[in-house]
Antibody, heavy 117, light 111 residues
Framework: QVQLVQSGAEVKKPGASVKVSCKAA????????IHWVRQAPGQGLEWMGI????????GYAQSFQGRVTMTRDTSTSTVSMKLSSLSSDDTAIYYC??????????WGQGTLVTVSS | NFMLTQPHSVSESPGKTVTISCTRS????????VQWYQQRPGSAPTIVIY?????PSGVPDRFSGSIDKSANSASLTISGLKTEDEADYYC??????????FGTGTKVTVL
């Protein structure tokens, strides 16, 4: 199983943007589809989007269209997710997850993003 | 668009069996595979069932999944319940327009 390591917690003001990164420890992510999933405090899991191995295809959940951008740097095996125009509703733990055989087989440890004035 | 609806919570005693349902609001439950994830407090989710009824290596055979086309739902059954099974469980499926959808989540309490 690939270990995914995410960047640290962030505190942002409303209207700002946040960028969370996800890197594989050891094995490369170069051949994997990577997803982003978030979880608001005390709430369920919400799928945000997907990026393909080469980084030239992304697909986003309708609720995040226009606000989210997922990118990958193949040279460093790092995938990033940028969310803009933050509001308090975006306070959540953000997870990256690697797609295996029709499921998410490895998850990052999660990154807490707090949006507060 | 479709939703996956789960019971909010279920509880049972150690050694017993619990079954969690996941009902698809529109479109056939059999159209796309259903996965089940376990999430313990403070931890990231982990897969327990994929492709409706496949168990990843390392997941005990006490966990099983099934599909009921007549009810348009999927189910996760945990038999021989252990205290370590106490967690939140989420079903997940896929749709070409929605991409990936998670269920509402079920809290399993082992009494």
């Amino acid at each position: 199983q690939v270990q995914l390591v995410q960047s640290g917690a962030e505190v942002k003001k409303p209207g700002a943007s946040v960028k969370v990164s996800c890197k594989a420890a050891g094995n490369s992510l170069s051949s994997s589809y990577i997803h982003w999933v978030r979880q608001a405090p005390g709430q369920g899991l919400e799928w945000m989007g997907i990026i393909n191995p080469s980084g030239d295809f992304t697909g986003y959940a309708q609720s995040f269209q226009g606000r989210v951008t997922m990118t990958r740097d193949t040279s460093t095996s790092t995938v990033s997710m940028k969310l803009s125009s933050l509001s308090s509703d975006d306070t959540a733990i953000y997870y990256c997850a690697k797609e295996g055989q029709n499921h998410f087989d490895s998850w990052g440890q999660g990154t807490l993003v707090t949006v507060s004035s | 668009n479709f939703m996956l609806t789960q019971p909010h919570s279920v509880s049972e005693s150690p050694g017993k069996t619990v079954t969690i349902s996941c009902t698809r609001s529109s479109g056939s439950i059999a159209r796309n595979y259903v996965q089940w994830y376990q999430q313990r407090p403070g931890s990231a989710p982990t897969i327990v069932i994929y492709e409706d009824n496949e168990r990843p290596s390392g997941v005990p055979d006490r966990f099983s999944g099934s599909i009921d086309k007549s009810a348009n739902s999927a189910s996760l059954t945990i038999s021989g319940l252990k205290t370590e099974d106490e967690a939140d469980y989420y079903c997940q499926s896929y749709d070409t327009s929605n991409f990936y959808v998670f269920g509402t989540g079920t809290k399993v309490t082992v009494l």
